[in-house]
């Protein structure tokens, strides 16, 4: 094998005589080339928290360039097992991690074009006799060249059920995920302990995927910061008593049912922005300012039923 074989190392001086096979690849180039910094980097500014994620997704990269850079000098080991689980509860990210997901394997050359399917059940298995595989089907091909992103999987396998056709969906499933592996990724997501019970009753599906990832629940820090985040991106402001009132209603909501993570803090926030919008709109003469504009004051978040129900038996 000689230099001229060596696509990735094009910016190095390929006179440079170096034994044939030993020519030195510049991993930095390489790493520049693919443009995948600018994904890991976005990943680490614009979500908060998420540690262990979000090294689990650099340790993957770093195995996609390596993968890159031992095809360039012919050393194969056939292409990565990229399906994967992603578990964790509602709101912590997993949608989101799995968008930047496809665009790191697109800017690898894992995958052709880098879009996210995202699907459930419904999507994929029909109510009738003969209806799954066109259903099946017809997400399969919207995800070639992508990453299928399959939302609480388990409720494919329905083992109560004899005739279930979700069984058919899982077999044409498996079959994508083993021959054509190197132009779809598969991502599995879900609570953990439903994934786990899943991954038991179908080993087959459990032996193709790779790497199982983790989100933890934030912690109220998080959250808070989170919202800080969010703010900042719709151009809106606490006022002190407002950040105040905000910390009280993380502490609260934490504890009362149907807890989502960021998602509640997403809505939260939504309800915060119409509570302003009215009570400015009901503060009829007079002007408005810019200041009233941009801030969420103490009554936009202490107006919420967080703060007059009690907590949930
Ligand atoms: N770590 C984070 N930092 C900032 N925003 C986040 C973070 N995790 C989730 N979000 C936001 O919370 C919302 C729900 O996240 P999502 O990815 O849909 O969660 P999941 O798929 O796990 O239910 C989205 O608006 C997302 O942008
Ligand atoms: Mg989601």
């Known amino acids: ?21 030993d020519d030195p690849l510049d991993i930095e180039a390489a790493f520049r080339d693919s443009h995948v910094g600018g994904v890991l980097e976005s990943l680490d ?3 908060v ?49 799995a968008m930047r997901m496809a665009e ?36 399969l091909k919207r995800a070639m060249g992508g990453v299928l992103f399959i939302d609480e999987a388990y409720y494919l396998y329905r083992p109560e059920n004899e005739r279930d056709y979700g069984q058919e969906a899982i077999e044409m499933l498996l079959q994508v995920m083993e021959n054509q592996r ?6 599995l997501a879900g609570y ?14 459990s032996s193709r995927i790779a790497h199982h990832i983790d989100f933890p629940d934030y912690t109220p820090e998080e959250l808070l910061a989170i919202a800080g985040l969010m703010l900042q991106q719709m151009q809106y402001r606490l006022s002190a008593p407002a950040d105040q009132a905000l910390r009280e209603y993380i502490e609260r909501r934490r504890a009362q049912p149907h807890f989502a993570n960021a998602r509640s803090i997403r809505n939260a926030l939504d309800r915060a922005r119409l509570r302003q919008a009215s009570r400015l ?14 801030t969420i004051d103490e009554l936009d978040i202490r107006a919420s039923r967080v703060f007059g129900e009690r907590l949930a038996t």
Not at 1 to 21: L, T, Y
Not at 192 to 205: A, D, H, L, Q, V
């Open 104 to 139: 790191i394997l697109h800017r690898l050359g894992y995958v052709r074009k880098g879009h996210l399917v995202a699907v459930t059940r419904d999507d994929l298995v029909g109510q009738y006799i003969g209806h799954t595989a066109p259903k099946t089907r017809e997400v």
């Open 45 to 47: 500014r614009e979500l």
């Open 49 to 97: 928290g998420l540690a262990p994620v979000k090294s689990r997704i650099r340790d993957i990269a770093a195995l996609l360039l390596i993968d890159k850079l031992r095809r360039a000098v012919g050393l194969s080991s056939g292409p990565p097992a990229l399906h994967m689980s992603f578990t964790g509860n509602p709101g912590t990210g997993k949608t989101t991690v």
């Open 1 to 21: 094998m000689n230099a001229k074989s060596h696509p990735i190392s094009s910016s190095r001086d390929e006179s440079n005589a170096a034994p044939a096979g």
């Open 281 to 294: 709109f009901e503060r009829k003469g007079g002007s408005i300012s810019r200041q009233d504009l941009e």
């Open 192 to 205: 953990k302990e439903r994934m786990e019970t899943f991954f038991r009753s179908n080993p087959g599906m």
């Open 182 to 187: 190197d132009d779809l990724v598969v991502i």
